[in-house]
Nanobody
Framework: QVQLLESGGGSVQAGGSLRLSCATS????????LGWFRQAPGKEREGVAA???????NYAESVQGRFIISKDTTKNILFLQMNRLKPEDTAMYYC??????????????????WGQGTQVNVSS
């Protein structure tokens, strides 16, 4: 069972920054993809950023240039640095994993394990 535990959400004004963390056991596996997803009320879950065990990354167009996904394999943490936040970034943010898979897709259906989520609120 893969462990995924998000933290770091909160409330921030537009233009501010937050860093989300996801403690995970995924890094003990040789092949994996990890992703950050978000879901706002009344909307479908959407992919924000993803990376795989080969070092490839992928970003949604809406966050390209503002968000950075990274990992610290020594501490078993996946990060999402969110800069220049906008009110439309308000959502519940989830980290997700797929073992034995590479290519950092942003399709939620291609991830098997999910965390509980952390809420991000951006005010104007």
């Amino acid at each position: 069972q893969v462990q995924l535990l998000e933290s770091g959400g909160g409330s921030v004004q537009a233009g501010g920054s937050l860093r989300l963390s996801c403690a995970t056991s995924v890094f003990t596996y040789s092949d994996y993809r990890l992703g950050w997803f978000r879901q706002a009320p009344g909307k479908e879950r959407e992919g924000v950023a993803a990376l795989d065990s080969r070092g490839s990354t992928n970003y949604a167009e809406s966050v390209q240039g503002r968000f950075i996904i990274s990992k610290d394999t020594t501490k078993n943490i996946l990060f999402l640095q969110m800069n220049r936040l906008k009110p439309e970034d308000t959502a519940m943010y989830y980290c997700a994993a797929a073992l034995g898979r590479v290519l950092p897709t942003l399709k939620p259906a291609l991830y098997n394990d999910w965390g509980q989520g952390t809420q991000v609120n951006v005010s104007s």
